[in-house]
């Protein structure tokens, strides 16, 4: 089993380039979610979905985007990258929302 | 205001000596707590989840409690590949599909 796949691993950007950061599970689960994991302040909510077609913001959506067209796939999109959304990105998925969490292994991100 | 504060920062201990690990919550309602293992460079990898107070699950040499303000994970007799950063989380009553983690607890785990 896979589990959840995030893609890419590193990437590297200039201020105001856009990009997209794929997530895709394997598990059949209904609830996805994006976090920031960031020195010193844990993980933080950034999207998240409880099926497809519905998605909602979570602690901290400024210059973030996600749709959710099908249920194993949740991208997030960067609009125009900023230094301050230099982080690791982690993507998790659970059958619903109050069971654990399933993490991808991230994608660690630079925004010059 | 929802929060999750985990204690202390950075623990390390001689193999075979036992601790534990600190998680305070103030939130609105619990739903659940979970606890998380998180190796550097990879994702967490859930551990236990306690859903109401006075609830204890034990894994290998991991216990984990719960009370109404906190909860703790046990550490017996640990071995250095139990060396790792432990999350917890917490999902609020009323806070709908929301879940706040604390920063979490660095152990260090010596031969």
């Known amino acids: 089993n896979a589990g959840v796949t995030q893609t890419p691993k590193f990437q590297v950007l200039k201020t105001g380039q856009s990009m997209t950061l794929q997530c895709a599970q394997d598990m059949n689960h209904e609830y996805m979610s994006w976090y920031r994991q960031d020195p010193g302040m844990g993980l933080r909510l950034i999207h998240y979905s409880v099926g497809a077609g519905i998605t909602d913001q979570g602690e901290v959506p400024n210059g973030y985007n996600v749709s959710r067209s099908t249920t194993e796939d949740f991208p997030l999109r960067l609009l125009s990258a900023a230094p301050s959304q230099t982080s690791v990105y982690f993507c998790a998925s659970s059958p619903t929302d109050n069971q654990p969490q399933h993490f991808g292994d991230g994608t660690r991100l630079s925004i010059l | 205001e929802d929060q999750v504060t985990q204690s202390p920062e950075a623990l390390r201990l001689q193999e075979g000596e036992s601790s534990s690990l600190n998680c305070s919550y103030t939130?609105?309602?619990?739903?659940?707590l979970f606890w998380y293992r998180q190796d550097p460079g990879k994702g967490p990898e859930f551990l236990f989840t306690?859903?109401?107070a006075g609830e204890e699950k034990e894994k290998e040499r991991l216990k984990a409690t719960l009370t109404k303000k906190e909860s703790f994970l046990h550490i017996t007799a640990p071995k250095p590949e139990d060396s790792a950063t432990y999350l917890c989380a917490v999902h609020p009553r009323g806070n709908f599909n929301k879940f706040y983690f604390g920063s979490g607890t660095k152990l260090n785990v010596k031969p």
């Open positions: 306690l859903y109401s």
């Open positions: 939130v609105s309602g619990l739903r659940g």
